[in-house]
């Protein structure tokens, strides 16, 4: 019986492991008073979680005047807000900055993430 246990609990694990849970991010660098960010905050941010590019690549946010987290290797600071960085494993792959209105947000995301990942807007519905 506890041998069976173990196979059991390796077989899940190993098999957590090889799929791996979805490790991108996208990193939204603002800061207080940022007109941008809060346009992108209103047009954006309530829908993105909600969509394939959201699930793939979950918002996490910090501020531009923080220090930047250890968990992340970035290939430099954020100078302009908002900068979207996308991230995987805490690794930098690239950046957008600024906000120029939906339409260019959503055309710049779908390029960094086809370009950077394995995201395929098909596969994710």
Known sequence: MRMNFRAIALAIWCALTATGVNAAELIMVEQRGCHWCAQWNADIGPIYPKTNEGRFAPL??????????????????????????????GQELARMEGYGGEELFWWGLSNLLNEHTDFREEMTQ
């Open 60 to 89: 996490r946010r910090i501020d531009l005047h923080q220090k930047t987290p250890d968990d992340l290797e970035l290939d430099g600071r954020a100078v302009f807000t908002p900068t979207f960085i996308l991230v995987e494993d």
